[in-house]
Nanobody
């Protein structure tokens, strides 16, 4: 499956952005979907994930209450709505697909087989 993330940009602290990730070439509904991010000089970290069945969602503590992940299986797209953005949210955001279907792997980047190229989010005044 191929993934294409979009929607990044420059936003002021306290602002909002919605990222989209369009999937093609595979059965989107077979995958748990996740968002990860990598800030300059830091390792890639888990942001949020949504299960393929039931749509349960999971978040990093740093974004809980501010970010919302959702998916539209009919449109083969996963979204990340980001609100009350902070300068520390500045990073390249990646979407990824996990075929394992195992809850314990939902936060582990190594268990995601397919990755988009990333979209840059910059939070700055």
């Amino acid at each position: 499956v191929q993934l294409q993330a979009s929607g990044g940009g420059l936003v002021q602290p306290g602002g909002s952005l919605r990222l989209s990730c369009a999937a093609s070439g595979g059965s989107f509904g077979r995958y748990d979907m996740g968002w990860f991010r990598q800030a300059p000089g830091k390792e890639r970290e888990f942001v949020a994930a949504i299960r393929r069945i039931g749509g349960s969602t999971y978040y990093a503590d740093s974004v809980k209450g501010r970010f919302t992940i959702s998916r539209d299986n009919g449109a083969n797209t996963v979204y990340l709505q980001m609100s009350n953005l902070k300068p520390e949210d500045t990073a390249v955001y990646y979407c990824a697909a996990n075929p394992d279907g195992i809850l314990s792997s939902i936060r582990r980047s190594g268990d995601y087989d397919y990755w988009g190229k990333g979209t840059l989010v910059t939070v700055s005044s």
